[in-house]
């Protein structure tokens, strides 16, 4: 599949490139890996994003090249890539004009990704979309650069925790070295990544902490947000992303879980999971995904209500 795609880049020269909504560090670094890699093939590539990239991923040089907001049609690609995306209707809109004319090549690591794509390159075992990305840019022949690497390196490491997460190998270690021969620092990407968190993060993290509760003998650590504490400490939805992970970092702890109210109508739930239990299930049962250590649901149950369900769920499974 690889070569496949690796192929069919080469044939062509324009592209457009599409990932999910609220973009993690891995769907803007595999986006942006492969924008910056075809742009320096001497390709045509246009990087379209629903709304702007997070203030954190700054430091990525090519960043201002991600157009929001862009009319699709007047773009004109012969292939559309979506990357990192698990489910189509996680994507800019726009592109369902494109679909009918223009082949979709799908590039994904969700394992709940149905292959929405028209050439599908789903991975569940690849740490990363990155990681993807960085094997089919080598397997047209071009060597990723300094900047694309830079990139990737990015999705790989917020992918992985820093190379914490499950599913972190030898060849995890041989891709990130195959990336460092580029040139990049890797101490000074993590620094960006991680310790250059703006103050408004450690103010929702108070609450968070203050909030914790401790819940089925200790297995549980779950704690809420609520619209009103951004408002207050000046904070984007985006300063409290993975703030969940602190609630699984406990002895005893298998499963974090952060509920977001945004408003009345709409809370977002972050759960992440240490022992066996598969958080994707748990999620999907709310009409949610991601993967088995680390999955979110957005919905538009009452808050109370969905709090009771997802402990009750939580509950069952655990045993
Ligand atoms: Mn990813």
Known sequence: MFEEIARLISESDRFLIVTHVNPDGDAVGSSLGLHLSLAEMGKTSFLVFESKPPELFSF????????VDADLSELRPNIIIS???????????GIRKLRPHTKLINIDHHPTNPSFGDINLVSASANSTSSLIFEIVKATGHRPSYNASKALFTGLVTDTGCFRFEGVNS?????????????????QITQYLFEE????????????????????????????????????????????????????????????????KISDDFTRVSLRSKGNLDVSAIAAK???????????IKSGLDFRSLKDQIISSIKDEIK
Do not use: W
Request: a negative charge.
């Open 60 to 67: 990525l040089t090519g960043i201002d090249e991600i157009l």
């Open 83 to 93: 990357v990192d995306a698990a489910d189509e209707n996680r994507i800019v809109p």
């Open 171 to 187: 060849s995890t270690f041989r891709l990130a070295a195959q990336m460092c021969e580029s040139g990049i620092d890797s101490y």
């Open 197 to 260: 968190h703006p103050i408004q993060r450690l103010a929702l993290e108070k609450h968070v902490l203050n909030r914790l509760e401790l819940l089925l003998d200790g297995k549980l650590a779950l704690s809420v947000l609520f619209n009103s504490d951004f408002e207050e400490a000046g904070a984007s939805l985006s300063d409290g992303e993975n703030l969940v992970n602190k609630l699984r970092e406990t002895r005893g702890v298998e499963v974090g879980v952060l509920m977001t």
């Open 286 to 296: 709310f009409g949610g995904g991601g993967h088995r250590r680390a999955a979110g």
